[in-house]
C-alpha cells in the first residue's frame, strides 16, 4: 500500500478502510508515533519508505514533528518487531535516538485525527521513556457474550465453579451463565436456543437425563457447533474417553479436578474462540 508518505486527511480515508476488517480479523491496528530526539534520528521520507512494509501506512500530521505509522494486524508484539527492525535497518547502536508512542485500536468507530490528538499530548522529555503505549478509550473494542451452563448435580461444586467463572477477567467477551442441577432442566430450557456461543459443563452422572444423554441432544441441535463441552467424570479408562471424544466431548475434566486446572482448560478455550 505504501509508495509515499501522505497527510493525516489522506491517512483517516485509509485508516477507515482498514477499521472496517476488524470485526473479521480479531487483530487490532496500531498507531506508532516516532519523534527524532538528534538530528541523527531524522530519516528522510525516503529513509523511512525504503524501510516500511507495503502493508504499513506512513504520513505526517500538520506540525510535521517525526512521523506517523499505521500498522494494520499488529499489537504490541508486532510493534516491538517493528521497532527492532527499524533499528537494525538504520543501523542504531546504544541508547534510542528518538521517543516512540503507539497504541491498539480495536474501535472501529474511532477517528484517526482523534487518537494522534490524544498522542502529541504525551510529554517528550529526556526522563521520559524509549517506548510508551498510550491507554485509550479505542484499544478495548467491543466485546461479544458468550453463555456458560453449569449442569452439575452436587451444589457446592456447582457453586466453586459458578464463583470460579464469575469472577473470570476477559478481554473481547462478557459471560452470562445459568446453573441447571440435572440434564432435563436444562434441555427443557429455552437458554441453550440462542445463537450464542455456548459453554456447557456438565457431570456424566446427573438425575433424570445424564451427561452423555445430553451430549447427544446438544450434538444433534442444527446448531451443534455452537456448543463447546467441558465433562466432569471420574471415569478415566481409554474406552470412556474415546467413547467421550466421539460423542463430540471437547474437554474431560477428572474428578476430584484442580481449580486452577480447570480455570486454564476454560480459559485457552475462550481465547481460541475470539479467532473462529
Known sequence: MTNKIFWID??????YILQGALARTKAPISIVHIVPKTKEAQFSDEQVLGFIRKADVVFHDTDQAGWWGILPNSGKKEVA???????????????SPYHVFFTEVRDPQTSLIEIVKMIKTMPK???????NYVDGPWDKGEKSTIKVS???GEPIIRDVLKRSISTMRLDHFDIELQQFEDGLAFESSEWHKSAHTHIVVLDDVLP???????????????SNQKFHIFMLTDRVSEENLITAYQMGIDEMIHKPFNLRLFESLLRRSIDRLWFE
Do not use: D, Y
Not at 489522506?10 to 485508516?15: K, V
Not at 522529555?125 to 517506548?131: A, I, K, R
Not at 433424570?208 to 442444527?222: D, I, P, S, T, W
Open 208 to 222: 433424570k437425563k445424564n451427561g452423555m444423554e445430553v451430549v447427544h441432544f446438544l450434538r444433534n441441535q442444527a
Open 150 to 152: 453449569l449442569v452439575v
Open 125 to 131: 522529555t529526556e526522563e521520559t521513556s524509549t517506548v
Open 81 to 95: 518487531a517493528f521497532l527492532k527492525r527499524m533499528k537494525h535497518h538504520f543501523g542504531i547502536e546504544g541508547p
Open 10 to 15: 489522506e491517512a483517516e480515508s485509509i485508516f
